[in-house]
Structure formats: C-alpha cells, structure tokens
C-alpha cells in the first residue's frame, strides 16, 4: 500500500436517492426536472431546497401543466416523495412514465437529430464558438438517464401503490377554514397562510433523507381564492423557501397565465424571478399567429429569467450550460452572448433546444409597418421576404409548410406566410413538406400559372397584391410559366437540393 | 483585501470596508445579481479586519450557501456557535408557527400584520463595537407587503444604533426598474424606484451599482459596477473621498469560481 493514499472524508454523506451533485460544487445534490435538456439550463438541475417557477403566459396551452407532469414523474420515478398542492390527482394520473421495453441509452440515440455526422467535424475550426459543444445540427442536449417518455402514461399499479404507500401526497384548499380562527379575516390570506401550515407541518414529520418534491399548482389561480394581491403570492414564495431551505425538498411552482401575461405584468414577473431560486418562461405561439411560420420547428420561445445563484460564486448555469451558451472559452475569447431558446414538443419528449434565425439571413426588409394578423390567419399576404439574389419581393425558399397562403387552409397553426414584421425564418434544414395548394386564387389581370408547384413556389400567383407593400423597390412581375422551365428572368428562387418540392 | 478592493477603496483604515458610521448601499438587477460584492465585504471582514458580522438575511438564502462560497474564496465562516458571525433569518411564516431558532424574529406579528420591531429587537443585542451589518434584501421586504415608509424608518433606526456602536451598515437591494442607458429603458410602474430613493436620500455612505450589459449576457463580461458617493458621514474629514466611478465609465466584472475579475471597462488585458 502506497504511503500517500487519499483521505476521503468520512463525514460526506452520499447523495439522497435520485439526486446527483451539481457539477460545480460536489456538496450540493441537485434534483433532475425530468427534462435534461431543462436541467441544462439550470446548471445540472435544481438544487434541493430550491423553489423552481415556471410560467407560461399563453391563455390557451398547458405548457406550465406538462412541464409539472415531467416534474412528478421523475420524482416518483426516483422513489422520492411528491406533494401536489392545489389540485388533486388528476394531474398525477395524467403523468407520462418511462419506455416499456427501455433497453437503457439506445432510445436516445435514436431520437437525437443527427444528421450528417461526418468526420469532418473534428476541424478544429473555430467558428460558431459557442456551438462547440453541440454536434453539427444538433439543436438540444441529450438525456441523463431519464427516460420519461410521452407514449406511456403513468401505470394503473404504480398510481395505486404510490397512493398506498404515501409516496404520493396532496394538500387541497377547499377545507374548511373555520377551525382556525386565528388566521385573519379574509378567505384567500387564509387558504395561503393555512397551505403554508399545512406544508410546515408534513414536513416536519418527514424523513429527513429522503429527497422529496412539491408542487404547487396554478398559485394564485382560482382555486386559491378571489383577489389575491401580488404581496402574497411573493410571501407565499417567501415562507416556503424558509420551509424547504434546509431540507432535501424542492419545490415547482406554476402560476395562472392571467397573473402574468402582458405588458403591465413585467415587473411582478421580475419580482417573482427574483424570490425564486430558477424561473423559466414557456411563451408558446398560440397567442400570435404571426410567429409560427418564422419558427416552423418550434412551438415557443423559452426564456430564462434566473437560475440558481446560491452556494457557488459563479453560477452552475453559466458554467456548465451547453444550451445556454454563454460559455468561457478556455483561452477566454469570444464571448458573443446568449443562445435564443425554444421548446418543441416532439412525438416521445419535449425538448428545449436552441433556436436558430435563418441561414439566408432574417433581417431583408425593412419592416415599415404592424405585423398583419388578419392577413396571417387568412393566409394571405401583403409582404415578402426578398431571395438573397433577387432585388424583387420573391418569398426565400424554406417556406415550407407556410406556403398555403393562396388557400384557406388555416386548420394547421403554422398557415400563413409572408408577414410583415422583420423576422428571421425558421432553419431551412427542417422544412415540413405540406400538402400541395388545393385552391388557387385568381387575380384580376393576371395569367393562370400552369406548373403546380408544392409549397414554396405556389406564391407566384399573388405576387401582383404586392404592390400596395411599402417595399420601394422594383416589383417586376415576370411570369414565365409556359413550360414550367425556370429561366433566369424569373424571380422563384429554386432549390435545387429539393427537388422534391417541385411538380415540373 | 479581495477582489473589489483595489478598484473600489474606501477612504477608511482598511480601504475594502466603509469607514464605520457609514452606509453602503448595494443595488443589483436581475440579469447581474449583486452577491458577489456582498461576498467581497464579508470576506474582508472576517479575514483581515476581524470584525464581527451580521447578516440579517431577509432573503431567504440560508447559512449553507455563504458556508460554500466563502470558504471557496477562501475566508470560511466561523462555526455556527461563534459570536463573530450571526446569521439572522427573519421568517415570514404565520405565527400559528412556532419556531425553535431564536435568530429568526417573525416578520408578521400576531395579526398576521407586518412588523418590522421583533426584528429590529433582535438585531441590536449582537451590535458590538466596529460591526458589519448587512440587511440583505430589503427589495424583497417591500414585496411581501412591507411599505417603503416602514423599511426607511427601520433603515434610520438600525444605522442610528450603528452609528452609536461605529459600526458599518451595508444594505442590498434590487433596482430592476432604472434605465441602463437612455435607449434601454424598462417600463415603470408606480412606486417601484421608492424604495430606493428613501434609501438613498438616508445617505451618510456610498452607492454601490451593479447592472448587467445592454447588449445581453456574455461569457466574459458579466455586468458593470459604478459607484456614486451619497452625503458624507459625520466625522469624515473634508479630504477623504468614496471611490466615485461614474455610469460613463464604469468596472466590468467577471465571476470565476473562486474570485471575481473587475477591470475598467475598455481595458481588460490578461482577463479577456
């Protein structure tokens, strides 16, 4: 035996089950949310007896709900107790669960967008610095053993026996509030100050080693009472932390999309970041039909308002985030700043990934006026985003699926191109092929085309409304289109990648 | 002497702390949290000055988080027994709640009321001679339903008692809500710079400002410090001067896992 043997401390206490320590700093045992790639974000997950927030202001989504879901299941998952206040099981039984046949890291792979993995990524290149840690075309990152899977939802057996067993636990808040009349007059001071109690005192009598999670439901929502001040929903937030802060429990905390949304909202959001450990907010594109057809792969833009600060000087977050991207280069160059985040949710998982503005360049044209919302939903347009060689109002060709706008297709979200706001398209390496127009608009004056192109192409026929854009350039209409040959003088930009695309 | 020392000294024996009867106040944004100057005070105190620190920690942060910072600086926390660092932790829950710990003063009186007395009384026994005593976060007790009124009269009568011991007051505080640059803006709401403006018109100290960059968050720069000097404390000679960096030209700042760079801005060499 050598002479010099490392002393291990004795005294370190192995993580709590289905915690790991964060990567800056081997005492802290962080909680994995159940979504690595939003564990990225925050550092490596959350820090037990952290509050997490998440908030979506979208009316009509549930994004806050599936991102609670993810949030339950991995703690069950884990063996670690669950406390859902403010709703009762319905949200747990909606949970989603792991692979059946998981045969441990192989479902990742195969769902990771790996195009074009050539063996020249090895360059050493340095451009796109603060992409050097993502794969070519990889756009989030991958799992860190939770496999929660969007095909399965919780099992019936499992659900009865975390019930049995108390793993899985609730606080209502429709109680009866008369026992106690010490806690003031009003009804929702009184559901939140008796949640609190109730809170304190499960806690109190739980065991000490084991991790747990609670979850606080739609905080300040209806069922919490009727007018309820911001000041307390923030001592609400304020009294939990000191409940859980030197405890292995952490809690997730969503609140009502009417709380938060709008312009006037700004600061009580900032303040709600700020009593919290980690915020995120989930802006998902239902309420702006604009924004679809310039994100065609994503369903939301993700932005994160804090993330944990305590227990280290420099934040995990900004250490070790790959998504994020705001790294420090080992030579110390380049910091060019933050990546653009969105959330996309796939067939199996939800992921968070990087946004990408388009490869031909967003910004093309001046945007002199308000983003036409009537003209979005009916799919027509009065602005077009110009061909890197063409001086003319010709559409760039990664449209894709936002090409309907001479029919009334308006079902799918994503309809309607062409908008009038200075926006970056979406990535062209992910276009959706659509089905092919199915109705033709007809304009006075203007000759029928005779090639049917697929998507990108059909926006030949409406150029002519175009006129009354406030482009200032030369609109020259050449509609050549007698033998579906695209000369030169046409303004179409073709793909010749793509040739799919295209019915000659 | 750590971090902030050399590019922000103080006309005081020890140039890292404010001279004693003086004020500091701290204010932050949330893209660029302020800890880390609060991290630098406390260090120097504990190292080199030996002073006794109080932190009252309206935060919430808890003891566990200074224990792992500090000591990765380099200046660990005294045990939890020794009277050189007491940590205060006033509690917000009701009083329906009984606690144990007889540093943590309920913010809420019997009528669920807020009240600021308890822990007003609890702070002043600790005060000994040439203290530090740091009130962090006192954004976050105007948000739970504290007035700006009530914590500026609780500011006068903590810095009152700390001017009578010579002790040092530093208080921190969230400024969100001022401009960056006369194009960055953010949107105002009714009595949101209160707070800050009582504070500042208390003055006798210095102004510490921490915001981020307009330009978003980068790898190397992680913020900008300006300091402004407020009224000057009584029984500072007309000679000594606060540091005063202006918002023209202020530090930059980037956190590392065991220090904090802090260069003028436009220099940078050997950091970036």
Known sequence: MPSFTRRVPSTTLPPPAGTHPSPSLSSLNLLPSGLPSLDDLLGGGIPLGSIFLVLAPDTQSSWSKLVERYWIAQGLISGQSSLVVGTDEELVKGCMWTEKSWRGGEESQSETEHEGDGGDEAEGKKIAWRYEKMGKFKTTVGGNGSNLSLTNTIPHDVLQSIHKTGQQSYIGLDDDLTTDATIGTSSSSNRLSMAISRIHDKLDKSD????????????????????????????????????????????????????????????FVRKLSWMVDASVELKGFADDPTLPPLFPTTHGLLTLHSYPTSHTLLPSTLKHSTLLGVSQGSDGGGGAGENNLGFRLKRKKFVIETVHLGVEGGVGERSTGPPDVVAALSGTSTHHLPATTNTGE?????????????????????????????????PEGDTKKKTKPRARVRFGGEEEMSVSVSTDNGKDQHRDHAHDSEHGHDHTHDHSHGDGQKKSSQRVQVRHDRPDLYEF | MTYLTTHLPFPSSST??????????????????????????????????????????????????????LKKIGTPLPPSTSPSFIHISPSSLPSSIKTTNKNAPKLLDNNQKPALKETYDNIIPHLTDGSLVI????????????????ISKFVRAVFAKVKLSNSILVLTIHADHLPLSSTVIPSKEAGESELLDR?????????????????????????????????????????????????????????????VRVFPKGTGRGFL
């Open chain 1, 208 to 267: 000490p080693k084991r991790a747990g999670r609670i979850t606080i439901h739609e905080l300040g929502g209806l069922e919490w009472g009727d007018e309820i001040r911001e000041d307390q929903i923030l001592r609400f937030i304020h009294s939990l932390k000191s409940i859980i802060r030197n405890k292995p429990i952490s809690a997730l905390i969503t609140v009502p999309p009417q709380l938060i949304a709008g312009p006037t909202k700004e600061s």
């Open chain 1, 394 to 426: 010709v559409e760039g060709v990664d449209k894709g699926h936002s090409g309907q706008n001479q029919n009334t297709q308006i079902g799918q979200e994503e309809s309607g191109g062409g908008i009038g706001v200075d926006k970056p398209k979406g």
């Open chain 2, 16 to 69: 890292s702390l404010p001279p004693p009867r003086s004020q500091l106040i701290i204010s932050d944004t949330l893209s660029s949290p302020g800890h880390f100057a609060v991290y630098h005070l406390v260090s120097s105190a504990l190292g080199k000055e030996k002073r006794k620190v109080i932190w009252v920690d309206f935060r919430g942060e808890g003891r566990s988080s200074w224990e792992a910072i």
């Open chain 2, 135 to 150: 009130l962090d976060g006192l954004s976050e007790l105007d948000w739970i339903g504290f007035s700006p009124l009530e």
């Open chain 2, 199 to 259: 504070l500042l018109r208390i003055g006798q100290g210095c102004w510490w400002r921490v915001s981020h960059l307009p330009s978003g968050r980068s790898g190397d720069v992680m913020g900008e410090i300006s300091s402004h000097p407020l009224t000057k404390p009584i029984g500072l000679e007309g000679s000594q001067k606060f540091p005063y960096i202006p918002r023209s030209n202020p530090l930059q700042y980037r956190l590392e896992p065991n220090t």
